[in-house]
């Protein structure tokens, strides 16, 4: 999709009737967009109409904007120049002032959604020499972030940052297990505030990448530019905080540049793989800083949510995925959305390749591997087993009748991950709890599940043992 070349220049022949057809596509982008967004990104584009009308190059001023012009809008511009023209149109997005032009080729689509693979992962990186380096990845946004139970708490305290920085939730602390979602959140953020604020001084790091940045800082002296680049930040988005345990000076550092940044009411978002109490090997006074504004889980999504994901993941490669083929392989692939993203790619490619339209028995064929690992990993007996062992019961206590609330509580969490990682109905799963009755194990999937929301340390508990459970 992305090559470079040298600009051809376009014949000044029919310059008029392409500027019109520019000009109507315009139009239309005003009347859809918002204001704002219509101003901020499509207003101060230039376009170049090849004579024929074949094509449309797009000059766009630096390499930030054109990757997000390239995520967010150039699906629907290059749509619209069909259906305006009626005949096929090749858009094409070009660096205005650059010698070597970087030049993108976009499909026309029917939905403006941007595929993550379309986009370079660090756009900024390749920013112009002088411009600030976000390390933003712009096809990861809100609108291409699936809400659902699981991360709407999340994703709405980060709709509130992005809206309003340096106000409510100060830092925003998001944990969660791997592949749920934590750093597309912090990038949409990131992008967000951006789109309204273009000028805004907006930073992901991984933690790697901020221990790695102590460390030169520390060799080269250069502690002044170190302090220079962070503090002057409006936000910083840091992923994967645990990473700074037993790195005492990059603690240091890091605390000294929270301290700075709360001070002049920017905002920090962060991101870690528990919650800031369950922190291993951190400093207690920065513990309690990343506890001192708005902490919050995103959980495994739910069904729904893991269906809908699909539906669009596979519209975003403009394959449509029919529900019933969606809801197959969501309740086959549970833990996280990275496993989900996997599973699409292999059924996608099975299909291609075979030339065979998406069904259950091709999703079956394309993830054979997986599903028969989690059919040999996951049973009830297994889950017995490892619930007993972590609450150091009996696994025999799994099928007792007895009632002690320290025996009864592991056999609740039990049952309600029976439900959740195997495909046994309530009958089933009593059946294989000494004999009881469906309604007992719903009971206990409805209450664990309830509590799951309310309870962090139950909540941490679930997740290690989901953990194990997976392998
Ligand atoms: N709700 C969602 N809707 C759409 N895509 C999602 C959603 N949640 C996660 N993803 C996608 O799943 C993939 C993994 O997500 P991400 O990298 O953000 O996870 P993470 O929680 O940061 O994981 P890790 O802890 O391993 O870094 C990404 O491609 C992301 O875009």
Same mark, same amino acid.
């Given at each position: ?25 315009v139009? !239309?982008l005003a %009347?859809d967009l918002p204001e704002q967004q219509f101003n901020t990104w499509i207003k101060p584009l230039v ?11 797009l000059?766009v001023g630096n390499?930030f904007k054109l990757d997000w012009i390239r995520a967010q809008y150039a699906?629907r511009i ?15 997005l070009?660096?205005? !002032? #650059? ?7 976009? #499909?026309?689509?029917?939905?403006p959604?941007a +595929? ?18 976000? #390390?933003?990845?712009p096809?990861?946004t ?49 992008n967000?505030?951006l789109a309204d604020?273009p ?5 992901? &790091? ?7 940045? =102590? =460390? ?78 708005? +902490? ?7 069904? $729904? ?33 990275? $496993? ?6 292999? &059924? ?25 690992? !989690? ?7 297994? &889950? ?38 195997? !495909?046994?109905?309530?009958? $089933? ?31 941490? %508990? ?10």
């Open positions: 999709m992305t090559e470079e070349s040298h600009r051809s220049p376009m014949g000044p022949a029919g310059a008029d009737a392409g500027q019109g057809l520019w000009q109507a596509c139009e !239309q %009347q376009a170049q109409v090849a004579e024929d009308f074949s094509k449309v190059t000059l390499r699906g290059a749509a619209l120049l069909e259906s305006i023209y009626g005949q096929s149109v090749t858009l094409e070009a660096l205005a !002032q #650059r010698e070597a032009v970087a030049r993108t080729y976009i #499909r026309p689509a029917t939905t959604t +595929t993550p693979s379309d986009a370079p992962n660090h756009s900024s990186d390749e920013a112009p020499a002088g411009a600030f380096r976000t #390390r933003l990845n096809a990861l809100f609108e291409t972030l699936v809400e659902g139970t699981a991360n709407r708490m999340a994703r709405s305290a980060a709709m509130h940052v992005a809206g309003m920085p340096g106000h409510l939730y100060n830092p925003l602390f998001i944990y969660g297990g791997v592949g749920l979602g934590k750093t597309h959140l912090v990038h949409a953020v990131g967000k505030l604020r000028d805004a001084k907006v930073l992901y &790091i991984h933690a790697e990448q901020f221990v790695s940045d =102590v =460390v030169k800082a520390y060799q080269r002296r250069t502690f002044d530019e170190f302090k220079e680049r962070y503090h002057s930040l409006d936000l910083l988005l840091i992923d994967d905080v645990q990473f700074f345990a037993n790195k005492d000076r990059t603690q240091e550092e890091f605390f000294n540049a929270f301290e700075a940044l709360l001070a002049k009411k920017s905002h920090i978002v962060m991101t870690s793989d528990t919650y800031p109490k369950g922190l291993a090997n951190i400093h207690e006074r920065l513990v309690s800083r990343f506890d001192s504004g708005l +902490t919050v889980a995103i959980e495994p999504p739910e069904l $729904e949510m893991r269906v809908a994901i699909l539906i669009n993941k596979a519209r975003a490669e403009s394959t449509e995925m029919p529900e019933e083929v969606a809801f197959f392989v969501a309740k086959n692939v549970r833990s996280n959305v990275r $496993e989900l993203e996997g599973a699409l790619r292999k &059924i996608l490619a099975y299909s291609r390749f075979n030339q065979k339209e998406i069904s259950i028995q091709l999703a079956r064929e394309a993830l054979r591997d997986l599903l028969s690992i !989690q059919n040999r990993q996951i049973s009830v007996e297994n &889950i017995q087993k490892t619930v007993a062992d972590y609450y150091k019961i009996k696994v025999a206590d799994m099928y007792s009748k007895k009632r002690p609330a320290s025996i009864a509580r592991p056999r609740q969490i039990a049952m309600y991950l029976a439900k959740e990682l195997t !495909q046994k109905s309530l009958p $089933e799963i009593g059946e294989l709890f000494g004999g009881r009755d469906h309604t007992t194990v719903l009971h206990a999937v409805r209450k664990i599940s309830g509590e799951r929301q309310q309870l962090t340390e139950l909540n941490q %508990q679930l997740h290690v043992l989901e953990q194990t459970l997976k392998g």
